[in-house]
Structure formats: structure tokens, C-alpha cells
């Protein structure tokens, strides 16, 4: 089945642009939208983004001005820029394959998490 | 925004119990809710999707039902291993998740 794996820098500074990337593996990702939730210590879950690999994309409206999904199917990976960060940046970021059926949007294969600290 | 609240925030239960979780939408989602469940550490793990279509290798005691504002997740006969933080997302957009339900036993 579908693998994701996140990776990139543990730390950030601040206003500086934090940047993940997801390889995906026993799969391809030439089909299913690819997105990115976030979820700060002991606090729910936030979604961020996806993009189709076809080039539709859909942001949160609270990081839209802030975020980039792109993906690079040569090499099965997607990846995630935030700009511009914060210490309210700072959380556990997933990657995840989505899919719609019935008419709703989910999340059915995800990441095991990568802890991105945004400090000086 | 569409916001979803989840109740009861958090709930203690017994080995065998029926549990049910609520979620309510501000506004309708017709039947664009998706339900995870997330253990400690771990990744969540789609439960539920369209509100009542059960995720393939997800055990049969977990339900899910509503449409609409009206949402819930049922688990016949609560397990051990259910022990966890349920949180409900909607696709009707943008997308957003309810603020969780920590399970407990």
C-alpha cells in the first residue's frame, strides 16, 4: 500500500520560509490529490492544503497567502512552502494522499509527522 | 469558515461499552464528513468517510451516520485499543476538522 514519508528541516527561524517535503512510495502519484495538515503540541488537527496532480490546488484560506504546494511526479514527491513563519508555525506536519468519493473530501493515507520548531 | 464542534470534548468509558460521539456543522455540509481516529504519536487513520461509509480494513463495530448539521460516530462494543482522539473533518469547504474527542477507558 501507498507510503508518504515527510522530511526537511527540524528547526526554522523566524520570517524565514519552512519547507517539507513528502516521497511517496509504493504508489503512484499520478492520480489522488496530495495535502499537508498540521497540529501544533497537545491541539487539534489543521488542515493546509492539497493539490491535485493535475495542478488544482486548494488552500486554507487562513495560509493562503503564506503557502505553495507543488509536486515533482519524476520524483514521486510533493512538497509544502510556508513563508513568512512564526512561532505560531510551530507543530508536527503531516503529509497525506487524498481522494473524494460520494462527494466528500478525505485524508486515507498519511505520513508518520515531522516536528518543525520555528525559533531563533 | 465552517466550524464543527464535537461533543463531549472528552469521555471516559468502559470495555464493551456503546459510545457516540457528536459532531454539528454551523452550517449544512450535506453529507461531506469524515471521521478519524488518532492514538498518541501516530498519524491519524480515516475511520468514516461521507458520513457513514466505512473505511476498508476499519473493524465493523465503528459506525458512522447524520447529514446535514448532524453528525455522529458510533463504536459498538468499545475495544482497548479504541483509546484514542476522534476528530470529525467536513469537505464542504475550506476544509476544516472538529477540535477532537479524547477517548478514554
Known amino acids: 500500500q501507498v507510503q508518504l514519508q515527510e522530511s526537511g528541516p527540524g528547526l526554522v527561524k523566524p520570517s524565514e520560509t519552512l519547507s517539507l517535503t513528502c516521497t511517496v512510495s509504493?504508489?503512484?502519484?499520478?492520480?489522488?490529490?496530495w495535502g499537508w495538515v498540521r497540529q501544533p503540541a497537545g491541539k487539534g488537527l489543521e488542515w493546509i492544503g492539497y493539490?491535485?496532480?493535475?495542478?488544482?490546488?486548494n488552500y486554507s484560506p487562513s495560509l493562503k497567502s503564506r503557502q505553495t504546494i507543488s509536486i515533482d511526479t519524476s520524483r514521486t514527491q510533493f512538497y509544502l512552502s510556508l513563508s513568512s513563519v512564526t512561532a505560531a508555525d510551530t507543530a508536527v506536519y503531516y503529509c497525506?494522499?487524498?481522494?473524494?468519493?460520494?462527494?466528500?473530501?478525505?485524508?486515507?493515507?498519511w505520513g508518520q509527522g515531522t516536528l518543525v520548531t520555528v525559533a531563533s | 469558515d465552517i466550524q464543527m464542534t464535537q461533543s463531549p470534548s472528552s469521555l471516559s468509558a468502559s470495555v464493551g461499552d456503546r459510545v457516540t460521539i457528536t459532531c454539528r456543522a454551523s452550517?449544512?455540509?450535506?453529507?461531506?464528513l469524515n471521521w478519524y481516529q488518532q492514538t498518541p504519536g501516530k498519524a491519524p487513520n480515516l475511520l468514516i468517510y461521507?458520513?457513514?461509509t466505512l473505511q476498508s480494513g476499519v473493524p465493523s463495530r465503528f459506525s458512522g451516520g447524520g447529514s446535514g448539521t448532524d453528525f455522529t460516530l458510533t463504536i459498538n462494543s468499545l475495544h482497548p485499543e479504541d483509546v484514542a482522539t476522534y476528530y470529525c473533518?467536513?469537505?464542504?469547504?475550506?476544509?476544516?476538522f472538529g477540535q477532537g474527542t479524547k477517548l478514554e477507558i
Open positions: 461521507a458520513a457513514s
Open positions: 497525506a494522499r487524498g481522494d473524494y468519493r460520494s462527494g466528500s473530501f478525505f485524508l486515507d493515507y
Open positions: 509504493r504508489g503512484s502519484i499520478n492520480s489522488h490529490y
Open positions: 473533518q467536513q469537505s464542504y469547504s475550506p476544509y476544516t
Open positions: 493539490m491535485h496532480y493535475g495542478g488544482n490546488t
Open positions: 452550517q449544512s455540509i450535506s453529507n461531506y
